[in-house]
C-alpha cells in the first residue's frame, strides 16, 4: 500500500488533467502537453495547478493510476484510496477488492453504472459532479438553433437596403399612418422555438440539460434512447419518451447527443433522415461521425432537411472548401461547444474539493 493517496481514475482526455494536478511523477511531455493545451485560457497553467493543490493539500500528493478497461480497474483497487470513473462499474465485487476505499467519485451526474447501495452498505460516498462542459454543450446547441431560426449567421450586420439586396433579399418601406414597421427587409421563413417540437437523441447528462433548456423556450421535448427515463426523471425534465421514428416525423429540431462508437456511426443515414419531418432542422453537437455525410449533404441539396448545424467538424482543422459551407442553412463552429477550458478546470477544482473534504 503506497503512503501516498492512490487515485484510481478511468482514463479519458480531460480526467488525464488530475494526474497533472496530483502525481509529481507525471511526465514531463504530458504535463507540457496539457500547457499548450490550455494557453489561449490558462497563460499561466503551471500556477493554475500550484494554486489548486494547495487547496487541496491532503491529496498532493498522490499516486495516480489511469486505467481503460474493468480488469485494469480491478486490478489496482486492492491500492486505491478513491476511485474516478465516468462509464466503468463499481459494483459489490470492485469494493471487495477495495479494502482501502473511502469514496467513489462520478465524473458526471448519472451513476447507472455504480451500486450505490452497495457503497452505502460499506459506508463509501458516492459523489457527482454537474460537468461545466455538459452545460456549455446544450447552451451551444440552443444557441445553434436560435441562430438558424432567426438567420443570425445571414442577417447579422445587413442594416442598410443597399446590404440586404446585395444578398438577395427584398427591403421594403411601409405606411406608417396604417401600419407598423417591423419587418422591412423581407426577411422569410424566420422561425421560433417556443411552441416547436424538439426531439432529443439520446438523454444523457448533455441530452438532460439541453432538455431543460429547450422547455425554458417554451418547447415541446420529446427523446428516445434504448431505456426510458423513470417518470418522475421525465417530469424533472419535461420531456417524454418516444420510438424513434416518432421522434424523426415530428421533431421540428432534431439534436444527437450520443458518443460515437461502431453501433452509432453514421447512425442518421438516408433512411432516417428520409424519416424527418420535411423541413425539420438537424442539430449534431457530438461527433460529427454520427450523421452520414453523403446522405446529409444529399438530404439538405434535395431541400427534405431544413438546416443542419455541426459541432465537432468531419475534418478538423476544416477547410475552406468544405461542401457543407455552400449551404445557406448550415452552421458550423470549429470545435468550441465545450468551451472555454474554465469549465473543465473549475470542475476539477470542485471535484478535488469534494474528494479532499472525504478524505480529511
Not at 275 to 291: D, E, H, P, Q, T
Request: with cysteine; hydrophobic share 45%; charged share 25%.
Amino acid at each position: 500500500m503506497s503512503a501516498r493517496p492512490v487515485i484510481v481514475i478511468e482514463d479519458d482526455p480531460f480526467p488525464r488533467i488530475l494526474q497533472v494536478i496530483l502525481d509529481p511523477n507525471v511526465s514531463t511531455e504530458r504535463r507540457d502537453a496539457f500547457a499548450h493545451f490550455m494557453a489561449h485560457d490558462v497563460p499561466d497553467f503551471a500556477g493554475w495547478c500550484a494554486e489548486t493543490r494547495a487547496g487541496v493539500p491532503s491529496l498532493y500528493p498522490s499516486d495516480v493510476r489511469l486505467v481503460s478497461s474493468q480488469e485494469e480497474l480491478r486490478a489496482n483497487l486492492p491500492d486505491a484510496t478513491a476511485v474516478i470513473v465516468e462509464s466503468l462499474t463499481i459494483g459489490a465485487e470492485e469494493l471487495a477488492l477495495a479494502p482501502h476505499l473511502k469514496a467513489v467519485q462520478k465524473y458526471g451526474t448519472i451513476t447507472r453504472s455504480i451500486d450505490s447501495a452497495a457503497c452505502a452498505a460499506r459506508g463509501v460516498p458516492v459523489l457527482t459532479l454537474r460537468r461545466r462542459a455538459n452545460i456549455a454543450c446544450a447552451e451551444h446547441n440552443m444557441a445553434m438553433m436560435l441562430t438558424l431560426a432567426r438567420k443570425l449567421h445571414r442577417i447579422t450586420g445587413l442594416i442598410s437596403a443597399e446590404q440586404l439586396k446585395a444578398a438577395g433579399y427584398s427591403p421594403t418601406t411601409f405606411d406608417r399612418r396604417h401600419t407598423a414597421y417591423s419587418g422591412w427587409p423581407r426577411i422569410q421563413n424566420l422561425k421560433m422555438l417556443h411552441e416547436a417540437t424538439l426531439g432529443i437523441i439520446g438523454m444523457g447528462e448533455i441530452g438532460r440539460e439541453l432538455a431543460v433548456r429547450a422547455a425554458a423556450f417554451g418547447m415541446r421535448v420529446i427523446y428516445f434512447q434504448r431505456n426510458a427515463l423513470t417518470a418522475d426523471e421525465e417530469t424533472q425534465f419535461s420531456a417524454s419518451h418516444v420510438p424513434l421514428d416518432t421522434l424523426l416525423a415530428e421533431s421540428d429540431w432534431v439534436s444527437i447527443q450520443l458518443p460515437e462508437t461502431k453501433a452509432t456511426h453514421n447512425f442518421i443515414d438516408r433512411e432516417k433522415l428520409a424519416k424527418m419531418k420535411r423541413g425539420a432542422f438537424l442539430i449534431n453537437v457530438s461527433r460529427s461521425g454520427i450523421v452520414d455525410r453523403d446522405a446529409l449533404i444529399a438530404a439538405l441539396k434535395s431541400g427534405h432537411l431544413g438546416g443542419f448545424a455541426l459541432d465537432p467538424l468531419y475534418e478538423e482543422p476544416g477547410r475552406s472548401d468544405d461542401e457543407l459551407l455552400q449551404f445557406d442553412n448550415v452552421m458550423l463552429t470549429p470545435h468550441t461547444a465545450a468551451q472555454p477550458r474554465f469549465n473543465a478546470l473549475n470542475d476539477f477544482r470542485d471535484l478535488l474539493a469534494g474528494l479532499a473534504k472525504v478524505l480529511a
